[in-house]
């Protein structure tokens, strides 16, 4: 191969990669990626726990028919292959205080519970998305809400199990309505719904604080409605993304503007006592691109 001929190939190959390269150094640009963190980040980088992949179960979310009856969600198997990270308790109200006053959150339900060391509630989904948008740009970090999904892989023993019991081929729907009664009278009988100080509750096997206690965290899963038929092949699943699923003692799907969830916009079942949250943080270099352009898709 000439000389001229050698300049031709080598060009040919480095056009289109100084090409890519520039749409990505773009693209950067445009997402704040190269943008320097600020130089305050670290006073409000919450405390974490990184939890390691592995292979888990947890029961299904969502309303599960076969038929004309209400069964349970079936158990699903998941493996995780990238580690978690999560904060280890919920967002107390001195870290959403700095929101509020920065203008980036509005002000929680009035007539809950204040006290600065004690994880803010009276939120709703969209005030939980409003602060996990403020932390990134004031950490420099990427942050939001969990899936359904993701808080099952973080709170490990600690994930309820909203089965019933009950036999899926059972037409008596008497049986459900009693075992919704028995599971609506033992959570009146679990006590005080008053928020209370971090870390009240205990932590869990990987050291998350606080999962099922007394408020219900916000997670990015829609609620859906699942229907199968009479040898339990799937028929239909339709997803409503105005309801998003809370989970805390058990799964509660809730109305995405309620912020007290005693004032109804429950979904399904037994209420909440509190609304709550805590948020995820994601590490992968590409972070800041796919939550700018691909997050709403």
């Known amino acids: 191969m000439n000389d001229k001929a050698k300049h031709i190939s080598l060009l040919s190959v480095a ?3 100084a090409l890519l390269l520039a749409a990505v150094l773009a693209l950067a640009w445009q997402a704040e990626l190269l943008k320097p963190t600020p ?3 670290l006073l409000f980088v919450p405390e974490t726990v990184t939890i ?3 292979s888990f179960k947890y029961r299904a979310d969502g309303e599960y028919s076969k038929g004309t009856s209400i069964i349970d969600p079936p158990m699903v198997e998941a493996t995780e292959t990238l580690p978690l990270t999560i904060m280890k308790y919920q967002v107390a109200m001195s870290d959403y205080s700095e929101c509020i006053n920065d203008g980036g959150c509005t002000t ?3 007539g809950v519970t204040r006290g600065l060391d004690i994880p ?4 709703n989904y969209d005030d939980a998305e409003a ?6 740009r004031r950490t420099g970090l990427i942050w939001s809400l969990p899936s359904d999904r993701q808080l099952a892989f973080a709170a490990g023993k600690e994930f309820p199990d909203d089965a019933l019991g009950i036999d899926p081929d059972n037409k008596n729907p008497a049986l459900r309505w009693l075992a919704d009664y028995k599971r609506e009278a033992a959570e009146r009988k679990l006590g005080d719904p008053t928020p209370r100080v971090a870390g009240s509750f205990g932590v869990n096997e990987f050291g998350v604080a606080d999962f099922g206690g007394n408020i219900w965290e916000w997670t ?5 409605k699942v229907r199968l038929n009479d040898v339990g092949s799937l028929v239909s699943e339709d997803r409503g993304c105005g309801v ?6 058990h799964r509660s799907p809730m109305t995405s503007f309620v912020r007290d969830p005693k004032g109804g916009g429950c979904a399904v079942g037994t209420p909440p006592s509190n609304l709550g949250f805590r948020l995820i943080r994601d590490d992968r270099w590409y972070a800041v691109i796919a939550r700018k352009y691909f997050s709403k898709l």
């Open 15 to 17: 056009t289109p990669a």
């Open 39 to 41: 130089t305050d980040a």
């Open 52 to 54: 390691e992949a592995r």
């Open 108 to 110: 929680p339900e009035p």
């Open 120 to 123: 803010v509630t009276g939120v």
């Open 131 to 136: 602060y996990a948008v403020w932390l990134s």
């Open 220 to 224: 990015t899963t829609c609620d859906r």
């Open 244 to 249: 998003y699923v809370t989970v805390g003692r």
